[in-house]
């Protein structure tokens, strides 16, 4: 066997507790600076300020690092309002107000697009937000059982690591779910199966709790009862294996209220926007740009449950809803007849995989609107412009791979006619935004 010598890449080094001074913030919340000529990604910081970092990671382009000790302050940095900051990782930017990160987020974005998309100034429209607190009407608990201890820690992961952190009070979780905290800190040692409890997901479906009990092996009927008893107004159910729900009491479904009278009904595991507000806002304004018509057919791209789709029925001739998870097409399509909407329907389809030759895949739509998940719409987005609709309306969780997506439509002759931040989530780096573009023969 041939040996062949390969030298070894040379060791990055760089202080390991480096001061630095904080120019800007990037899309994704990391504050920026730079240390002997790289570029550092600095996690609690806030532009302007001079800071003591700890390096956490070094690559030969670029360092991360965590903020020990503030040097110098910004005006904008405050006290954390919750106890735990630091230690869960739920939110990250407790250390500036709500309204003043999303300032901070605008500018970072506005940058990136500007940078990425070859643009000198976007069209920016207001910040759709809602309350600071109390916002989140959908949450997964952690639960772990020490067998030494003979103990349960409830809460949620912790910040850069995969422990729980025992948390008993959350401010952003929705006042009607607030209390499966205690509630699970107080039954779970009561439990003679407790140990078989995995995780919950708790949901406020308009003021109705409900709980899903993960669990490995089978509860008792016993513990069932104690769990129930133990917070009655929810709508306890079982999930011993993914989507193999077992009601404890009377089945009852989650659903949630739209404007126009609309009720949308979900699995207990369905995705749902967890901001109901903003929720409701963001469909609002969906409605709003589009300004649909009776003349408009319009196309819903991983439509969901029906979240925008109905809502757009209510003004538009017909809507045609696409979704890769076949269950909620299921429930989107039960969602239209009960709402008595005969003028949209939905199909199951990959949709970044070539589109096939079908009855909806065809040159009709007026208007578009996309929603994808993190990983955006590749080759969908191309399908999409092969369409040529008027107005393609495309609401983004991930700036980077909406600016992949968006240059997509700019080289095939569509301009950016409106772009808007959505704060799903205060006091995290997570970044909503909604983009109109508009065909230019119109």
């Given at each position: 066997m041939v040996s062949i010598y390969k030298s070894k890449p040379k060791a990055v080094t760089a202080p390991q507790h480096p001061e630095l001074d904080i120019?800007?913030?990037d899309q994704e919340?990391?504050?920026i600076a730079y240390h002997q000529g790289k570029i550092c990604f600095v996690e609690g910081a806030l532009p302007g300020e001079r800071v003591k970092v700890k390096v956490t990671e070094q690559k030969a382009q670029y360092l991360k690092a965590q903020v020990t000790k503030v040097l110098q302050s910004s005006k904008l940095r405050i006290a954390p309002q919750c106890r735990y900051f630091g230690s869960c990782g739920g939110c990250q930017l407790h250390y500036v107000s709500a309204a003043?990160?999303?300032i901070l987020k605008?500018?970072?974005l506005d940058q990136?697009?500007?940078h990425q998309l070859k643009l000198?100034?976007?069209?920016?429209?207001?910040?759709?937000?809602?309350?600071?607190a109390g916002y989140r009407r959908k949450a997964r608990i952690g639960v772990w059982f020490e067998k030494k201890t003979n103990s349960f820690t409830v809460g949620f992961r912790k910040l850069g690591g995969k422990e729980i952190v025992a948390v008993t009070d959350c401010m952003v979780l929705s006042p009607v779910i607030a209390p499966v905290l205690s509630v699970l800190q107080n039954v779970l040692p009561k439990l003679k199966q407790g140990s078989a409890v995995t995780h919950v997901e708790v949901l406020d479906a308009d003021g109705q709790a409900f709980v899903v009990v993960r669990h490995i092996r089978p509860l008792a009927e016993a513990d069932q009862q104690l769990l129930q008893h133990a917070w009655p107004e929810a709508c306890w159910i079982g999930e011993a294996e993914p989507e193999q729900f077992s009601y404890w009491s009377e089945p009852c479904t989650p659903a949630y209220q739209l404007a126009d009278g609309l009720r949308l009904n979900f699995a207990p595991t369905d995705f749902i926007q967890v901001n109901a507000r903003v929720n409701q806002a963001m469909v609002q304004q969906a409605i709003n740009w589009l300004a649909p018509s009776k003349n408009d057919r319009i196309l819903d791209l991983y439509c969901g449950i029906g979240n925008?789709?109905?809502?757009l029925a209510k003004h538009a001739g017909m809507v045609v809803g696409l979704e890769g998870v076949a269950a909620m097409v299921t429930t989107a399509s039960h969602n239209a007849e009960l709402n008595e909407m005969d003028n949209a329907s939905f199909a199951a389809v990959d949709l970044h995989l070539p589109w096939p030759k079908t009855d909806w895949n065809q040159p009709q739509y007026q208007k578009v609107l996309l929603?994808?998940?993190r990983a955006g719409a590749l080759g969908a987005i191309d399908e999409v412009a092969r369409l040529k609709p008027a107005q393609v309306l495309y609401v983004s969780c991930n700036p980077t791979t909406f600016a992949r997506d968006a240059k997509v439509l700019l080289a095939k002759g569509y301009r950016l006619d409106k772009i808007g931040m959505m704060d799903m989530f205060p006091f995290t780096s997570h970044l909503e935004l909604m983009a109109l573009f508009s065909h230019t023969r119109q």
């Open positions: 120019e800007r913030w919340a990391q504050s003043d990160s999303r605008q500018q970072a990136q697009l500007q000198t100034q976007l069209p920016w429209q207001p910040t759709l937000a809602g309350d600071d925008f789709s109905l809502a929603d994808p998940a």
